[in-house]
């Protein structure tokens, strides 16, 4: 592996706001909140609403899903040292939430602990796991340059947490007593998004610089699989996989890279971002196109709820087909 792994993590976490407004293409989206300061990760909570990251802020925001209206959930989270990282994902295991904290670390000049926070209250945390530490201690066979890691998606699985680390190409094993292990390592492919079905987990690629399609691939693998199974590939810079209605498959690309901005840390295009189904045949089919550098997706019934990087989220309704939705 080498820097070049990196830049998917820097691109979702870039503190840009590059506007919307775009004319969505298949079924349509519309806005429903904005305003949320560096949003990565996202993860429905026991109360049946969305959660959002705010890594620029230190908090998580709940998103009322029948008005956009957003308060306050928990605040107090390690802020970024540079415009990325800070908190970058949420879950929850029965009412109790957990954030996953990364680029805080000593090692690139922060004071705070790289791991997962169980949230305890309003402004109060427990670090149930240090995964900065822990990678230090246990590299990679990756080329890294942050030794902590570059930890992307938190994810419950078999009563702990799968963590993806897009800079170490690996997936962690973490229990809910902090005990932290290597599930399974890659090369140079730059895993991203998490969604576990019964013993079976979904990750996707974002593969390493420039982001062809081909490299954007959605994999399976088990909990003592040495390698993963292709099941999908086809879309560019996928960041995220989740189930829809119906056990479908689903995945979040966030668009074509061309490194416009000057660096291997730009994000993606612009408006060239979609939400895509997972076929059976191994290829990814289009929902809807033009979404602006999307982040994250969560699913309720038949309704996509899209984070991005400007801070907004998008609902993308009747996205499975009959007999679970619309036709499209």
Known sequence: MNRKSLVIVLALSFVMILGSGTAYAGQPATLLASGLQGALGSGLGPDGALYVVEGAAGRISRVDLQTGDLTTFASGLPLPVFPIGGVVDVAFIGQTAYALVSMVGPDIGGTGTVGIY?????????????????????????????????????????????????????????????????????????????????NTVYMTEAGP??????????????????????????????????????????????GDWSGQFGSEGSPADPNTGALVEVKGDGTLEVITDGLNQPTSFEFIGNTAYVVTLGGEIWKIDGVSGPPFGESH
């Open 209 to 254: 610089v420039p982001h062809y399609p081909q490299d954007g691939k959605v994999v399976a693998f088990g909990p003592k699989s040495p390698t993963a199974t292709e099941v999908a590939s086809g879309a560019p810079l996928l960041v995220d996989v989740e189930f829809g209605r119906g056990r479908k498959l689903y995945a979040l690309s966030q």
């Open 118 to 198: 169980r949230v305890d209250g309003p402004s109060s945390f427990t670090i149930i796991a240090d995964l900065g530490q822990w990678s230090i201690d246990n590299p990679s066979e990756s080329d890294v340059f942050i030794p902590s890691g570059v930890y992307y998606a938190l994810e419950p699985f078999r009563g702990g947490f799968l963590v993806t680390d897009g800079h170490h190409n690996r997936v962690l094993w973490v229990t809910l007593d902090g005990k932290i292990s290597e599930l399974i390592a890659f090369g140079d492919i730059v895993p991203t998004g998490l969604a576990a079905r019964g």
